[in-house]
C-alpha cells in the first residue's frame, strides 16, 4: 500500500513534465532556480560546522520556522493536495494505519520535502563534531523533518473538514488575514532592534530549543556541545511529539475515511428560528432595514469583519513615530485618520452585495434610504471611534490646545468621505472577492481599476476637506486664530458636503440603478 | 419583422385594460439586439406563459418590465403606471422573482422575506407577520432561521418567491420559477399561484417546460429571436396540437438529429 501511493506521487510528479513544452520548460526552469537556492541555504547551513554558539541559535530557529512553514503555507497558497486528499479513499478498503504512513511516505517525495531533505543535510553536517553528535544528528533530523511533514498533512486534514463548511471557511480566513496583519509590526519591530537582535535571537533560540518545535533541532548541539543529558531528554521528547503527531493524524484520516462528509453537512450559524435579529431592533422603516442589513453583513461576512477588525487598529500604528523616533505631530493625526478611513471605506459598499441589488430596485427603494441605511451603521461606528481618538491622540501627543483643529479636521474628513462614497459606490463599483471566497482573493484582471477607484476616493475625499486641512496645518503651525477656525469651518463643511453629497449620491442612485446592477452583474 | 405584422394588433389602451402592456419594447446589448420591439398585453386575472428557446429574449423582457433594465426604445406598463416614467407607482404593484441574480444571502430566510417587506414601507409588524406565514405556507419552517447562503436551489427559489409576495402585489412577474424546484414544491407553489390568480391577481411567469405552461397557465406568449411569434389565449396558439408542437413549428428549429450515428448501439 505504502509502495502504490508513492509510485501514485511519483506519477504525479513525473507528470509536471508531461504538460505542454512550454509549461515543461517552466517547470524546469522553476526547479534550477529553486534548486541552487535550497543547495545555496544548505551550504550556508552546513557551514555553521565551524561555529557551534552560531549553529546552537541559527538551527533551532530555523528548523521551527521550517516545522511552521510546512504547516502554514499550503494552507495558504497551494490548498492542501488535493490528489491525495484522504477523503479520495473513502471508497477503498485501505487500512487505516497504511494510509496514514503511505500519505506521509507519498509527501517525502513531492518537491518540498526534497528541498527540506537537502537543508536537512546541510544541518547534519554542521553537527558533525564527533561520532556521538553526528549519530544524533541524523536521527533527530530525520525526526524534525518527519514531524513537519506529518504535522503537515495532519493540520491540512483538519483544515479540509473546517473548510467544508461556511463557517469554518470564515474563520479560517479572519485567522490568516490577522496573522497577515500581525507580521508587518513584529518585522518593524524587530527591526527597530538593530544591536538588540543578537540577543533577542539567543533568547528565542533558547525558549524555542525547549518548545515542541525546536526538541529535534536543538538535541544534536547538546551532544555536541557536550551534554549528552539534555540532548537525549530533547531526542527522546522529539521522538514522543512525532508518535504523538502521527497518531493524531492517523485519527483524522481515520473520521475522514469512515465518513468523508460529516462535517460538512453540520452547518448553520445562524441564530433561533423565528429570530429577526438585528431587524428587529433598528426602526421598522427602509432606511432601518438597509441599516440593520448591513449591520447583520459586519457581523457574518468575514470580507467586513477585516475592515471592523483593522479600521481600529490602524491610527494605533502612528503612536510607533510618535514614541521610537520623537515625532510630536503623529498621534494628533489619529482621530483624523480613523474619521479618513470609515468615510472612504464605504466607496464599493455596494459592490459587496453584487447583484443583491435588485431587491432594492423592485421594491422601490428610495435613493435618501439606500445610501443613508448603508451609511447609518458606519455613521454610529465614527460616532464612538472618532472622539476617542481625538482625544486620545491630543492627550498622548499633550497638546490640549489643538483639540478643536483634531476634531474640526476629523468631521470634515469624516463628511467628505461619505460624500465621495455615497456617489462612487454608485458610479463606479469595481470587482470585489465575492462573498464567501477568501477574502485575501484578488479578482482577476480589476488590479487596474481597484487602484483607480481607490485614489480617486482618496484625492476625493482630501479634496474636499482642503480648506479644513489647510486650517488645520496653520493651527499646528502655531496660528491660535486657526485652532478655532479649523473647529467650527470643519464641522459645519464636514456636515454640509457630507448631507450634499448623500444627496447627490441618492439622485444618482434613482437615476441609475438599473445601470448599477449591470455594471455589479459583470464584475 | 415580417411575423410581428401578421399578429393582431393588442387590444385596448395600454394605460388602462391590461395587467401588463409593452409597447415597442426594445433592448439591444452591442451589436446583439436581444429584445427587438415587443407589442404584449398580459390580460388582468390570467395566468400568463412566456415561452421560448435559451436566448430568446425572455429574461431581457421581464427585466425591463420589473425596472431591472432599462430598455432601449419602446414602453412598459403595470396596470396602467409607465415601469420607466412612474417607477414608484409601477414597483408598488408588482412582485419579482429574477432568475441568476443573487439573493441578500447572509440573512436567514425569514429576514430576507422580512427584509423586503420593510424596503415596501410596511410596518414591522406586519412584514414580520407575513413572513411566518409565507415561511410556513411554502414548507421552510424548519429552515427559517438559516442562512439563506446555506439553502439549497430550490428552497432559494421559494424564498425568493416568499419575498416576492411579501407586499401583497397585484401583479407577479417570475422568471422561470420551477427550476430545480422538487415536485413536491412545484406543487405547493403552484397552489398558491393558482389562488393568486383566483383572487383577482395576475402571474407571469417564463418557462421551457412547455407541459408545465400548458398544465398550468391560461394564456401564453411564444418568444423567439427577440420577437413575439405568438400570443393569446392557450388553446388559440396551440389549436388543436399539443404546445410544444405548436411552438417547434413556431421557432422553426428542426428537431431532426444529424450525425451521432456511433452513438447508436446497432452500429456494432
Known amino acids: 500500500m505504502v509502495a502504490h501511493l508513492v509510485r501514485l506521487k511519483l506519477t504525479l510528479l513525473r507528470n509536471i513534465f508531461r504538460r505542454s513544452r512550454a509549461q515543461a520548460i517552466g517547470a524546469v526552469v522553476g526547479i534550477v532556480y529553486f534548486a541552487v537556492f535550497v543547495a545555496g541555504l544548505a551550504v550556508i547551513l552546513a557551514s555553521l560546522r565551524g561555529s557551534l554558539d552560531a549553529a546552537r541559535v541559527v538551527i533551532p530557529l530555523a528548523g521551527a520556522a521550517g516545522i511552521v512553514l510546512w504547516t502554514v503555507v499550503p494552507l495558504f497558497s497551494f490548498g492542501s493536495d488535493p490528489t491525495l486528499d484522504p477523503g479520495r479513499f473513502a471508497t477503498f478498503a485501505v487500512p487505516h494505519r497504511e494510509l496514514a504512513i503511505g500519505l506521509v511516505a507519498a509527501a517525502l517525495v513531492g518537491l518540498p520535502a526534497i528541498a527540506s531533505m537537502v537543508l536537512s543535510a546541510g544541518v547534519v553536517v554542521a553537527w558533525s563534531h564527533t561520532v556521538a553528535s553526528t549519530a544524533v544528528a541524523v536521527v533527530a533530523t530525520a525526526v524534525g523533518l518527519l514531524t513537519a511533514i506529518t504535522t503537515s498533512r495532519w493540520v491540512s486534514a483538519i483544515m479540509t473538514h473546517a473548510i467544508s463548511s461556511r463557517r469554518g471557511r470564515d474563520v479560517i480566513a479572519v485567522l490568516g488575514l490577522l496573522l497577515l496583519v500581525v507580521i508587518g509590526p513584529a518585522i518593524s519591530v524587530v527591526a527597530n532592534l538593530g544591536a538588540g537582535l543578537r540577543d533577542l535571537a539567543t533568547t528565542a533560540a533558547q525558549v524555542v530549543s525547549w518548545s515542541p518545535l525546536g526538541w529535534a533541532w536543538a538535541a544534536p548541539g547538546d551532544v555536541a556541545a557536550g551534554d549528552p543529558g539534555t540532548g537525549l531528554v530533547r531526542l527522546a521528547l522529539a521522538a514522543g511529539l512525532l508518535v504523538l503527531v502521527f497518531l493524531q493524524w492517523s485519527k483524522v484520516l481515520r473520521a475522514e475515511v469512515d465518513n468523508p462528509r460529516a462535517v460538512s453537512r453540520s452547518d448553520s450559524g445562524a441564530s433561533a428560528g423565528d429570530d429577526l435579529g438585528l431587524l428587529a431592533r433598528l426602526p421598522g422603516t427602509p432606511l432601518g432595514a438597509v441599516a440593520a442589513r448591513v449591520l447583520t453583513y459586519w457581523r457574518r461576512d468575514p470580507r467586513f469583519q477585516i475592515s471592523m477588525a483593522m479600521t481600529p487598529v490602524v491610527p494605533l500604528a502612528l503612536l510607533v513615530p510618535f514614541y521610537t523616533g520623537d515625532v510630536p505631530w503623529t498621534p494628533l493625526l489619529m482621530g483624523p485618520l480613523v474619521a479618513f478611513l470609515l468615510g472612504w471605506s464605504e466607496h464599493n459598499a455596494v459592490a459587496y452585495e453584487s447583484d443583491a441589488l435588485w431587491l432594492h430596485i423592485v421594491s422601490g427603494t428610495s435613493g435618501r434610504d439606500d445610501r443613508r441605511g448603508r451609511l447609518l451603521p458606519d455613521v454610529l461606528l465614527a460616532a464612538v471611534l472618532v472622539p476617542v481618538y481625538v482625544v486620545v491622540g491630543v492627550a498622548v501627543a499633550d497638546r490640549w490646545d489643538l483639540l478643536p483643529a483634531a476634531l474640526g479636521l476629523s468631521v470634515s474628513l469624516l463628511g467628505a468621505g461619505y460624500a465621495v462614497s455615497s456617489v462612487m459606490s454608485v458610479v463606479m463599483p469595481y470587482p470585489v472577492p465575492e462573498s464567501g471566497e477568501s477574502p485575501f482573493n484578488a479578482p482577476p484582471g480589476a488590479a487596474g481599476i481597484t487602484i483607480a477607484a481607490q485614489s480617486m476616493a482618496s484625492i476625493g475625499t482630501l479634496a474636499l476637506a482642503s480648506p479644513t486641512i489647510l486650517l488645520a496645518w496653520l493651527a499646528w503651525q502655531g496660528s491660535p486664530a486657526a485652532v478655532w477656525a479649523a473647529g467650527v469651518v470643519g464641522v459645519l463643511l464636514g456636515g454640509l458636503v457630507g448631507v450634499a453629497g448623500v444627496g447627490v449620491g441618492a439622485r444618482l442612485y434613482e437615476r441609475r440603478a438599473p445601470e448599477l446592477l449591470s455594471a455589479l452583474r459583470r464584475s | ?268
Not at chain 2, 185 to 210: D, K
Request: hydrophobic fraction near 45%.
Open chain 2, 1 to 268: 419583422m415580417s411575423d410581428v405584422t401578421d399578429l393582431p394588433a393588442p387590444q385596448g389602451d395600454p394605460t388602462e385594460g391590461p395587467a401588463i402592456a409593452l409597447r415597442g419594447l426594445g433592448k439591444r446589448f452591442g451589436d446583439l439586439i436581444a429584445v427587438k420591439g415587443i407589442d404584449l398585453d398580459v390580460p388582468r386575472g390570467s395566468f400568463f406563459g412566456l415561452v421560448g428557446p435559451n436566448g430568446a429574449g425572455k429574461t431581457t423582457t421581464l427585466s425591463m418590465v420589473t425596472g431591472l433594465l432599462r430598455p432601449d426604445a419602446g414602453q412598459a406598463f403595470v396596470l396602467g403606471r409607465d415601469v420607466w416614467d412612474d417607477p414608484v407607482a409601477a414597483k408598488r404593484l408588482i412582485g419579482v422573482l429574477p432568475d441568476g441574480l443573487k439573493l441578500f444571502d447572509r440573512l436567514t430566510g425569514l429576514q430576507l422575506i422580512t427584509y423586503a417587506g420593510l424596503l415596501r414601507g410596511m410596518s414591522r409588524e406586519l412584514a414580520s407577520e407575513r413572513a411566518a406565514e409565507l415561511v410556513a405556507a411554502l414548507g421552510l419552517g424548519d429552515a427559517q432561521g438559516k442562512l439563506v447562503v446555506d439553502y439549497s436551489a430550490g428552497m432559494t427559489k421559494k424564498v425568493t418567491l416568499a419575498s416576492a409576495l411579501v407586499h401583497a402585489p397585484r401583479v407577479l412577474v417570475l422568471d422561470e420559477p420551477f427550476e430545480a424546484v422538487d415536485p413536491i414544491s412545484a406543487a405547493t407553489i403552484r397552489r398558491i399561484l393558482s389562488g393568486f390568480v383566483e383572487s383577482g391577481g395576475t402571474v407571469v411567469l417564463s418557462s421551457h417546460v412547455m407541459d408545465l405552461v400548458e398544465r398550468i397557465c391560461t394564456h401564453v406568449a411564444v418568444i423567439s429571436d427577440g420577437l413575439v411569434l405568438a400570443a393569446g389565449e392557450l388553446d388559440d396558439v396551440r389549436g388543436d396540437r399539443s404546445l410544444e408542437e405548436r411552438f417547434v413549428d413556431l421557432v422553426g428549429g428542426s428537431t431532426e438529429v444529424v450525425g451521432l450515428s456511433w452513438l447508436r448501439t446497432s452500429s456494432d
